[in-house]
């Protein structure tokens, strides 16, 4: 049914270096969010703090009355079991094929026979268009394989909650739509709760029902997909619209001379807000909203041209 | 500044007390069901087969430098009898285990460090434990306990192979008696030798596997992290493995007392 994720008041720094503070925000269970965020703000970090792989320093990740940040080991590893995650490489086991990669959690985890593995196995496989490539070992792939394979394992064991990092990094423009109405076909399926991490703006705009932006060591804002796609603030605007007119600048943000002298130049008007992807299947997922349904509600004018099918998705202007 | 440079002046003091931490997650996690089996006998099996050979091979010039210098010194004193006798001390002693310790260290370790350490940075490791699964029961457990099995048992060949180089040597080239050589083996070696070398070879293996793991579980960097982690892990259990076999050998002379008549 998919579970909600709490978020209260995260830092993390490695040594003295501050990634990010005050991290709060609540994900939705049942629904897709994408975290966004510049090159380096610790998104991936933030991923690793959610399934525990980094204690975070000060803050807790409430998942199902369990504290993430504090409870123990063996709890982590029960919590674990509610997980999928899919790495940024895919991360399979170099040393297995494809098969037994995507077995692994199952010979683990389940009493199943291997017969009852085979199936599921198998069924995962055919979700993510692998079928006949299960003999094949991590290294003799392409990266989309390995990726698509590494989804497979993640969603084997049924998880409630799905972590995915960059999905689309190193895959063709026709490889990532396919992978994203995958994400909408699965969340329309298993109703799972998922956080996909990335910086492609065309998946970000499209695809999740929240977007949150981590920029400059804090949580810029995180809230439903049109909150964010209809808002002035100069960050969200900057980076949701991939302009170089705003406060992130090529290294870090800029500083108060650049943004001076940016004074004059009025951002562009904003994009208009394109549809969400919908389940091929065309029945709507549980946690799909009408289009222009939160700027309705919240008396915002959408840009002119939004929620029109085949439009173009070309962001900027 | 000066906080700093006690920093760096303590580091590697912290190193040794998380490699200790290391040695008791892993003493912690041997007790945890389910014993993975499999891994234990894939990976005996993967260490004694890239082991043995450069173990025997290393064995039998190791035995013969032994029995071309103690035959010439004890030539010198004149108790050619004793040859064989205190060749046999020497090799079951001590060459025994420092050459299972260096072949453990240098073949295995690295091997084991090396594995680890491209998993780790494929985050094969944190892929691992996000599927719920525990890397050190899951690997490390097997592969120490492997390491000790079969540094045990590379023990034993070394002793054999090297006491009968030491034999072919002293017959062949120092006209010893083959007779003499034989007879004169209990003289002075005694049983519990044969117990103090098995005992150095099991502590020597958990050594090396408990650094290796460590070492090949925390590298970080990239290709380079794995390079520098077998390094670090091969030349880190060298000097554990030399000042622990100084550790036990002088212990051992003091609860042990010598054979006499």
């Known amino acids: 049914m998919g579970v909600e994720i709490k978020v209260d008041n995260l830092s993390k720094s490695f040594g003295r270096q501050l990634i990010w503070g005050n991290v709060s925000l609540t994900i939705p269970a049942g629904e897709v969010s994408v975290m966004l965020g510049p090159s380096g703000t610790g998104k991936s970090v933030f991923l690793k703090a959610l399934i525990g792989l980094l204690k975070p320093d000060q803050g807790s990740i409430l998942i199902e009355g369990t504290d993430i940040a504090s409870c123990s080991e063996k709890d982590l590893y029960e919590i674990r079991k509610l997980f999928g995650v899919l790495f940024q490489d895919g991360a399979m086991f170099g040393s297995m094929n494809l098969f037994d990669n995507v077995a692994f959690p199952l010979r683990e985890h389940t009493k199943k026979s291997e017969s009852e593995v085979r199936d599921v196995v198998m069924e995962k496989m055919d979700l993510v268009g692998l079928i006949g490539a299960e003999d094949k070992l991590p290294g003799e792939i392409s990266g989309g394989m390995r990726k698509r394979a590494g989804l497979a394992r993640a969603l084997v064991l049924d998880p409630e909650i799905l972590l995915i990092d960059e999905p689309d990094s190193g895959l063709d423009p026709v490889r990532t739509s396919f992978i994203n109405q995958l994400f909408i076909d699965l969340n329309a399926q298993i109703d799972a709760t998922f956080l996909i991490v990335t910086h492609d703006i065309n998946t970000a705009r499209t695809v999740p029902d929240n977007i949150g932006l981590l920029y400059h060591k804090h949580l810029a804002m995180f809230g439903p997909r049109e909150m964010l796609l209809s808002s002035e603030e100069p960050v969200v605007r900057q980076f949701l619209n991939a302009q170089t007119v705003g406060p992130i600048g090529m290294s870090e943000e800029k500083d108060a001379d650049e943004l001076a002298a940016e004074k004059g130049f009025a951002m562009p008007p904003l994009p208009p807000i394109p549809l969400q992807l919908e389940p091929s299947n065309g029945v709507p997922r549980r946690s799909q909203r009408e289009p222009g349904a939160w700027c309705r509600d919240n008396g915002v004018t959408a840009p002119p041209g939004s929620f029109q099918a085949n439009m173009s998705m070309v962001t900027g202007g | ?261």
């Open chain 2, 1 to 261: 500044m000066s906080s700093l440079t006690s920093q760096r002046a303590l580091a590697p003091i912290g190193t040794a007390g998380k490699l200790f931490a290391f040695g008791l997650d892993v003493a912690r996690s041997l007790f945890r069901r389910p014993f993975q089996t499999r891994e234990f006998i894939q990976q005996a099996w993967f260490i004694a087969s890239v082991t043995i050979i450069p173990t025997a091979l290393v064995a039998i010039p190791f035995g013969a430098v032994i029995a071309l210098q103690v035959g010439g010194l004890i030539k010198q004193f004149g108790a050619q009898s004793f040859t064989g006798s205190a060749a046999v001390l020497a090799v079951v002693r001590e060459a025994g285990p420092i050459a299972t310790s260096l072949l453990i260290a240098g073949a295995a370790g690295s091997a084991i460090a090396a594995d680890l350490g491209a998993r780790k940075i494929r985050e094969e490791l944190d892929a691992m434990m996000v599927l719920g699964i525990d890397p050190i029961q899951r690997l490390v457990v097997p592969r120490v306990l492997a390491c000790m099995l079969v540094a045990v048992f590379l023990n034993g060949l070394v002793s054999v192979v090297g006491v009968a180089g030491g034999y072919v040597f002293n017959v062949v080239l120092q006209d010893g008696t083959p007779g003499s050589y034989i007879a004169s083996f209990t003289a002075l070696a005694q049983l519990p030798d044969l117990w103090q070398g098995m005992a150095k070879a099991l502590v020597f293996g958990l050594i090396a596997a408990v650094v290796a793991c460590y070492k090949g579980m925390n590298a970080a960097g990239g290709p380079k992290g794995v390079g520098d982690a077998v390094n670090e892990s091969v030349v880190v259990t060298f000097m554990l493995l030399f000042i622990v076999n100084f550790v036990m050998s002088a212990i051992y002379i003091q609860l042990v007392p010598p054979k006499t008549g």
